[in-house]
């Protein structure tokens, strides 16, 4: 592993510490590309405008007419986090602005796999709706859209995903990823697209006189779903999903957020007055992401949609007790599958440029967690294969991926197949994350076209483990009360969690917890003693040692005391 230091522009820096903003603070959002005050500004009049995102009128326009004539709508939800809250929030908004009839359907992962199919348009019909509208999926399912058209429904799709050639022709599609859509901001989550969607149709309602700027429903109320969803789905904290999980998080800390999210937190044993982004990205999301992967994602859904206390209560201790079945499953699968890796390089010194597995007994609804558990341990973009779970499609394998940067996975995955035909029945995604469906017996070509591609676009610097740190830690800010400032800021992908890098003494060090799993570490930094931990960490440290580590609060009968999470040395 290589530890780096971030970049600071210095008139960045020092124009934001001349705003008023705190020295450290100052320091750690230039490095992050903050030049100006007014980026850090979270409040709802900064966000970007609805209208910037292409089709938005349209969506509104159909919407406004289907509530008008009191159509019937039902949501075609994704089975992730991102899907779930999307939905969420589109159930809850609609009824908001005056819709009667709302419904949802989420796909089958097993029997349905992603996308809008022809024959979930089907089961939408037969529901009896009128409109169907995607959340978080449907820019890949011209298909799907096809069908419903010809069931005679109106289709809108929301999502964020890339788009493949072809646009599928919906009566209305808003994702700001879309060719032509000029929306500054190119990362919204599914959940963040759908809340721009209600905010049009609430203007488009306030249009038409339904209400004025008084009386018009607070949609802000929606925010802590959207923050989650956000969050959870990984996507890019650029400065405007900054600003929607800011105000979300005001609204949790307040008590202001669905009983179904109140019920997650005491259901994770995290303290909602004190929410940050990491509960949302570590406690809450995969409690909810849980359903979708191993049983059925409507439980999530209904978490976030019941206003009754105790049935989200109920719901929530239901999650948590199947989060921890997957985390179970995804524990005895992850060791398998990193012994299966190291057999793939057992006469090697390092791994092969590209890692997948397979194995008869994985489960297909962990593989992509146990794909970033891989890539994460080796450094190397890798796939996680199971037996797909569908009826008549035993000889399916389904795959999920991960990569590391400097290695865009779809576009690997679309090269594989113009080098191998045929060898994909399906695939998808991003740079940094993707899946595919295969024929058994195409195993190995895959195994080895990957590699392949892996090989020829990969080089030795990309290849090692870099960490990316804010360098030192002065000694006056290695305070408790400025460690609970640094967690109330919005931090996540993109906009990276502070962690902080500099040669340390190593006092003593010692095996904790039940398994012996993590070292415990006494520590000089700066002259001064401090304690230290590095969870899932067994070697012994030398000293002196070049250590990268963020900051945290030990609380032990009444003290409050900093302590360093390590998160990588250099030796």
Same mark, same amino acid.
């Given at each position: 592993?290589?530890?780096?230091?971030?970049?600071?522009?210095?008139?960045?820096?020092?124009?934001?510490?001349?705003?008023?903003?705190?020295?450290?603070?100052?320091?750690?959002?230039?490095?992050?590309?903050?030049?100006?005050?007014?980026?850090?500004?979270?409040?709802?009049?900064?966000?970007?405008?609805?209208?910037?995102?292409?089709?938005?009128?349209?969506?509104?326009?159909?919407?406004?007419?289907?509530?008008?004539?009191?159509?019937?709508?039902?949501?075609?939800?994704?089975?992730?986090?991102?899907?779930?809250?999307?939905?969420?929030?589109?159930?809850?908004?609609?009824?908001?602005?005056?819709?009667?009839?709302?419904?949802?359907?989420?796909?089958?992962? %097993?029997? $349905?796999?992603?996308? &809008?199919? =022809?024959?979930?348009? +089907?089961? /939408?019909?037969?529901?009896?709706?009128? @409109?169907?509208?995607?959340?978080?999926?449907?820019?890949?399912?011209?298909?799907?859209?096809?069908?419903?058209?010809?069931?005679?429904?109106?289709?809108?799709?929301?999502?964020?995903?890339?788009?493949?050639?072809?646009?599928?022709?919906?009566?209305?599609?808003?994702?700001?990823?879309?060719?032509?859509?000029?929306?500054?901001?190119?990362?919204?989550?599914?959940?963040?697209?759908?809340?721009?969607?209600?905010?049009?149709?609430?203007?488009?309602?306030?249009?038409?006189?339904?209400?004025?700027?008084?009386?018009?429903?607070?949609?802000?109320?929606?925010?802590?779903?959207?923050?989650?969803?956000? %969050?959870? $789905?990984?996507?890019? &904290?650029? =400065?405007?999903?900054? +600003?929607? /999980?800011?105000?979300?998080?005001?609204? @949790?800390?307040?008590?202001?957020?669905?009983?179904?999210?109140?019920?997650?937190?005491?259901?994770?044993?995290?303290?909602?007055?004190?929410?940050?982004?990491?509960?949302?990205?570590?406690?809450?999301?995969?409690?909810?992401?849980?359903?979708?992967?191993?049983?059925?994602?409507?439980?999530?859904?209904?978490?976030?949609?019941?206003?009754?206390?105790?049935?989200?209560?109920?719901?929530?201790?239901?999650?948590?007790?199947?989060?921890?079945?997957?985390?179970?499953?995804?524990?005895?699968?992850?060791?398998?599958?990193?012994?299966?890796?190291?057999?793939?390089?057992?006469?090697?010194?390092?791994?092969?440029?590209?890692?997948?597995?397979?194995?008869?007994?994985?489960?297909?609804? /962990?593989?992509?967690?146990?794909?970033?558990?891989?890539?994460?341990?080796?450094?190397?973009?890798?796939?996680?294969?199971?037996?797909?779970?569908?009826?008549?499609?035993?000889?399916?394998?389904?795959?999920?991926?991960?990569?590391?940067?400097?290695?865009?996975?779809?576009?690997?995955?679309?090269?594989?197949?113009?080098?191998?035909?045929?060898?994909?029945?399906?695939?998808?995604?991003?740079?940094?994350?993707?899946?595919?469906?295969?024929?058994?017996?195409?195993?190995?070509?895959?195994?080895?076209?990957?590699?392949?591609?892996?090989?020829?676009?990969?080089?030795?610097?990309?290849?090692?483990?870099?960490?990316?740190?804010?360098?030192?830690?002065?000694?006056?800010?290695?305070?408790?009360?400025?460690?609970?400032?640094?967690?109330?800021?919005?931090?996540?992908?993109?906009?990276?969690?502070?962690?902080?890098?500099?040669?340390?003494?190593?006092?003593?060090?010692?095996?904790?917890?039940?398994?012996?799993?993590?070292?415990?570490?006494?520590?000089?930094?700066?002259?001064?003693?401090?304690?230290?931990?590095?969870?899932?960490?067994?070697?012994?440290?030398?000293?002196?040692?070049?250590?990268?580590?963020?900051?945290?609060?030990?609380?032990?009968?009444?003290?409050?005391?900093?302590?360093?999470?390590?998160?990588?040395?250099?030796?």
């Amino acid at each position: 592993m290589k530890i780096t230091v971030r970049d600071t522009p210095p008139r960045s820096a020092w124009a934001l510490e001349q705003a008023g903003i705190h020295p450290l603070l100052a320091r750690l959002y230039a490095a992050r590309g903050v030049s100006s005050p007014q980026e850090l500004d979270a409040s709802l009049a900064q966000l970007l405008p609805p209208q910037g995102l292409q089709g938005i009128q349209t969506a509104a326009t159909l919407l406004a007419d289907a509530i008008a004539q009191n159509l019937r709508l039902c949501i075609v939800a994704d089975y992730d986090c991102d899907g779930a809250t999307a939905c969420a929030v589109a159930i809850r908004g609609l009824r908001l602005l005056g819709a009667q009839q709302v419904d949802f359907l989420v796909p089958d992962r %097993v029997v $349905d796999g992603y996308g &809008l199919t =022809a024959a979930i348009a +089907r089961r /939408v019909k037969e529901r009896g709706a009128d @409109v169907l509208i995607t959340v978080d999926n449907g820019i890949g399912s011209p298909e799907g859209v096809d069908e419903a058209h010809a069931l005679g429904m109106q289709v809108l799709i929301t999502d964020h995903h890339l788009p493949s050639n072809q646009v599928p022709a919906a009566d209305a599609v808003v994702n700001p990823n879309q060719p032509g859509c000029t929306f500054a901001s190119k990362h919204l989550a599914g959940v963040g697209v759908m809340f721009y969607v209600l905010l049009a149709l609430r203007a488009e309602l306030r249009q038409r006189g339904q209400f004025d700027a008084n009386s018009q429903p607070r949609l802000d109320a929606l925010l802590p779903l959207v923050a989650l969803g956000t %969050v959870a $789905d990984v996507v890019r &904290l650029d =400065a405007n999903n900054r +600003r929607l /999980v800011a105000q979300g998080l005001q609204r @949790v800390r307040a008590g202001q957020m669905q009983p179904g999210v109140a019920a997650l937190f005491r259901a994770a044993g995290r303290d909602a007055r004190q929410a940050s982004s990491q509960d949302f990205g570590f406690a809450l999301g995969p409690r909810i992401n849980a359903a979708g992967r191993l049983a059925d994602m409507a439980l999530g859904i209904e978490c976030l949609l019941t206003d009754d206390a105790s049935r989200a209560n109920e719901l929530a201790t239901l999650l948590d007790s199947i989060n921890r079945e997957r985390r179970e499953i995804e524990g005895g699968m992850r060791d398998q599958a990193l012994a299966l890796a190291e057999n793939l390089f057992a006469a090697e010194d390092t791994p092969p440029p590209a890692i997948t597995v397979f194995d008869e007994t994985f489960h297909e609804g /962990v593989v992509g967690i146990v794909a970033s558990r891989l890539k994460d341990k080796l450094h190397r973009p890798s796939f996680v294969f199971a037996v797909s779970g569908a009826p008549g499609k035993e000889q399916e394998l389904k795959g999920s991926g991960r990569s590391i940067v400097g290695f865009h996975l779809r576009d690997a995955l679309d090269l594989l197949v113009k080098r191998h035909p045929g060898v994909l029945l399906r695939f998808g995604g991003h740079a940094m994350a993707a899946g595919c469906t295969i024929d058994r017996a195409q195993l190995d070509t895959f195994t080895q076209g990957l590699a392949q591609i892996a090989q020829e676009q990969l080089d030795a610097a990309t290849l090692t483990r870099q960490l990316e740190t804010d360098g030192p830690l002065a000694p006056q800010y290695r305070r408790a009360d400025l460690v609970d400032t640094l967690q109330r800021e919005v931090w996540g992908q993109g906009f990276a969690p502070p962690t902080f890098s500099e040669e340390v003494e190593v006092l003593s060090q010692r095996l904790v917890g039940q398994d012996g799993k993590h070292l415990s570490l006494k520590l000089k930094h700066q002259g001064e003693p401090v304690d230290g931990i590095w969870f899932g960490h067994t070697e012994e440290l030398p000293s002196p040692v070049l250590l990268a580590f963020r900051l945290d609060v030990n609380e032990w009968q009444g003290q409050r005391k900093v302590q360093f999470l390590v998160e990588g040395a250099q030796l």
